[in-house]
């Protein structure tokens, strides 16, 4: 039984495995030749790796940014990595966290198939993190490590991977020109609240991809020159800041700190141009073999992917959602250090991701000025959330590191309160989420027949 339970975990975990299969299981359901099905799930896999890639680089890169920052600042305090926090949990929580992700799958296809919320989450890593939180908080709550804790745990997972898509949709079809994918991030409340308050406060005339470049500067239109560009101005004023013979010591290893600082800007450049060949080859090849799922399976369903995969789409809004957010942190930080709170650092990894995608969201419906309201929006619910959420972590919160995007911290902070009441709270309050969202979908269905009839 554990074989098979670390066999599953290493398929789900794995994103680019597991849509190979689900590529190869939608091509043979289409009956489509052997040939094509072998093409279809090879560069379904393939492009993952490439999209994978890409992010490890832009990541990799952003890595000596948050060095040098610490450095120059001289702050210590608690940094937001999902990556750090679930690795700390896992030696504790590690089958528990299995068996939730195993539930919480299954209760996402059940919920795409007999509800309106047609959203199949497809991004490994992220359903693995939430189910890592989910068993910490319940846990914590003392619901015990049993089947009581795995079934509840995979009833809340499952049901928030499912609506939480649902939330962005209206923005994703804004951003995409179209409605055959969706958003698996966990940072989907962030991007929801970003579209809401471009929408109701932005100008949707004036994008962040219609920025007037004068004819002499028009090789800035080119992304891979700008970001290069850019990036190597912030990189550099940064090592000078953080001091020669900290890069060099440090981080360097010898080389000079502003040759150091271009390669680096350029190295996230690189990234980025990775990232966008993976995303062309994933649209390419897993919405038509999606379409066999679609059609058989789970009739009418949308693969939710992964964040980078609305990056091609606002390349300008990418960079203008990570520095605004990141800006947003650091203003916070130095609050929390006049407050005497817990102080958080900015994660930049983190303010990269998510900043660039609430301000993608924040474009869709309110151009610029929508842009930057969602970047900071999403920037204030990364910074300040985690002071929330610390305190239901159980030994977690001293932990030098916790979770880092908005639907780990949002729906966190619920649960580990409804845990603080009692474990009677925390069992109504799952049922009662999951049953919410049923009646929701039956409510939505009627109102739709309602206006066909009419």
Same mark, same amino acid.
Not at 30 to 39: A, L, N, S, Y
Not at 114 to 135: E, N, W
Not at 199 to 208: C, I, P, Q, R
Not at 364 to 390: D, Q
């Given at each position: 039984?554990? /074989?098979?339970?670390?066999?599953?975990?290493?398929?789900?975990? *794995?994103?680019?495995?597991?849509?190979?299969?689900?590529?190869?299981?939608?091509?043979?359901? *289409?009956?489509?030749?052997?040939?094509?099905?072998? *093409?279809?799930?090879?560069?379904?896999?393939?492009?993952?790796?490439?999209?994978?890639?890409?992010?490890?680089?832009?990541?990799?890169?952003?890595?000596?940014?948050?060095?040098?920052?610490?450095?120059?600042?001289?702050?210590?305090?608690?940094?937001?990595?999902?990556?750090?926090?679930?690795?700390?949990?896992?030696?504790?929580?590690?089958?528990?966290?299995?068996?939730?992700?195993?539930?919480?799958?299954?209760?996402?296809?059940?919920?795409?198939?007999?509800?309106?919320?047609?959203?199949?989450?497809?991004?490994?890593?992220?359903?693995?993190?939430?189910?890592?939180?989910?068993?910490?908080?319940?846990?914590?709550?003392?619901?015990?490590?049993? /089947?009581?804790?795995?079934?509840?745990?995979?009833?809340?997972?499952?049901?928030?991977?499912?609506?939480?898509?649902?939330?962005?949709?209206?923005?994703?079809?804004?951003?995409?020109?179209?409605?055959?994918?969706?958003?698996?991030?966990?940072?989907?409340?962030?991007?929801?609240?970003?579209?809401?308050?471009?929408?109701?406060?932005?100008?949707?005339?004036?994008?962040?991809?219609?920025?007037?470049?004068?004819?002499? #500067?028009?090789?800035?239109?080119?992304?891979?020159?700008?970001?290069?560009?850019?990036?190597?101005?912030?990189?550099?004023?940064?090592?000078?800041?953080?001091?020669?013979?900290?890069?060099?010591?440090?981080?360097?290893?010898?080389?000079?700190?502003?040759?150091?600082?271009?390669?680096?800007?350029?190295?996230?450049?690189?990234?980025?141009?990775?990232? #966008?060949?993976?995303?062309?080859?994933?649209?390419?090849?897993?919405?038509?073999?999606? *379409?066999?799922?679609?059609?058989?399976?789970?009739?009418?369903?949308?693969?939710?992917?992964?964040?980078?995969?609305?990056?091609?789409?606002?390349?300008?809004?990418? #960079?203008?959602?990570?520095?605004?957010?990141?800006?947003?942190?650091?203003?916070?930080?130095?609050?929390?250090?006049?407050?005497?709170?817990?102080?958080?650092?900015?994660?930049?990894?983190?303010?990269?991701?998510?900043?660039?995608?609430?301000?993608?969201?924040?474009?869709?419906?309110?151009?610029?000025?929508?842009?930057?309201?969602?970047?900071?929006?999403?920037?204030?619910?990364?910074?300040?959330?985690? #002071?929330?959420?610390?305190?239901?972590?159980?030994?977690?919160?001293?932990?030098?590191?916790?979770?880092?995007?908005?639907?780990?911290?949002?729906?966190?902070?619920?649960?580990?309160?409804?845990?603080?009441?009692?474990?009677?709270?925390?069992?109504?309050?799952?049922?009662?989420?999951?049953?919410?969202?049923?009646?929701?979908?039956?409510?939505?269905?009627?109102?739709?027949?309602?206006?066909?009839?009419?």
């Amino acid at each position: 039984m554990k /074989w098979v339970l670390n066999l599953f975990v290493a398929i789900a975990t *794995q994103p680019a495995i597991l849509m190979a299969l689900i590529a190869m299981t939608g091509l043979l359901l *289409q009956k489509k030749k052997t040939t094509e099905v072998v *093409q279809g799930t090879i560069k379904t896999f393939t492009g993952f790796l490439v999209l994978i890639g890409g992010s490890g680089i832009l990541s990799n890169s952003l890595a000596p940014f948050a060095s040098m920052f610490q450095s120059a600042l001289h702050v210590q305090g608690v940094v937001p990595s999902n990556e750090a926090v679930v690795a700390i949990a896992l030696v504790k929580y590690g089958s528990t966290t299995a068996l939730i992700m195993l539930v919480g799958m299954i209760i996402n296809i059940l919920l795409a198939r007999f509800t309106r919320f047609k959203y199949i989450f497809l991004t490994g890593q992220a359903m693995l993190y939430v189910s890592c939180l989910t068993a910490v908080i319940l846990i914590s709550a003392k619901l015990g490590n049993g /089947w009581q804790t795995v079934l509840l745990g995979g009833i809340f997972e499952g049901t928030l991977l499912t609506v939480t898509p649902a939330l962005c949709q209206p923005f994703m079809k804004k951003i995409t020109d179209g409605d055959a994918v969706a958003m698996g991030h966990t940072g989907n409340i962030g991007y929801a609240a970003a579209g809401l308050v471009g929408k109701l406060f932005g100008n949707k005339e004036k994008s962040t991809e219609d920025l007037n470049i004068p004819k002499g #500067l028009s090789f800035l239109r080119d992304s891979t020159v700008s970001i290069t560009l850019l990036m190597s101005v912030v990189y550099v004023a940064l090592t000078i800041v953080a001091g020669p013979h900290f890069v060099e010591t440090k981080l360097s290893g010898g080389t000079n700190y502003i040759i150091y600082a271009l390669v680096q800007a350029g190295t996230f450049a690189a990234g980025f141009v990775v990232v #966008l060949q993976g995303v062309r080859m994933i649209l390419a090849e897993i919405v038509p073999a999606f *379409q066999g799922i679609a059609k058989t399976l789970v009739p009418n369903s949308k693969p939710a992917l992964d964040v980078p995969i609305i990056f091609p789409y606002a390349p300008n809004a990418v #960079l203008i959602g990570f520095f605004v957010s990141f800006i947003v942190g650091t203003l916070s930080m130095f609050l929390m250090l006049a407050m005497k709170t817990t102080v958080i650092i900015p994660g930049v990894v983190g303010h990269f991701f998510c900043g660039a995608a609430a301000a993608i969201y924040g474009n869709s419906e309110g151009g610029k000025r929508g842009a930057v309201l969602g970047a900071t929006v999403n920037g204030l619910l990364i910074s300040w959330l985690p #002071l929330l959420i610390l305190p239901v972590l159980g030994t977690l919160k001293i932990a030098a590191s916790t979770f880092a995007d908005t639907d780990y911290l949002v729906p966190g902070i619920l649960l580990g309160n409804l845990g603080s009441v009692g474990t009677l709270a925390i069992v109504i309050g799952i049922i009662g989420f999951f049953v919410a969202v049923v009646a929701t979908s039956m409510i939505l269905n009627e109102k739709d027949k309602k206006k066909l009839m009419d």
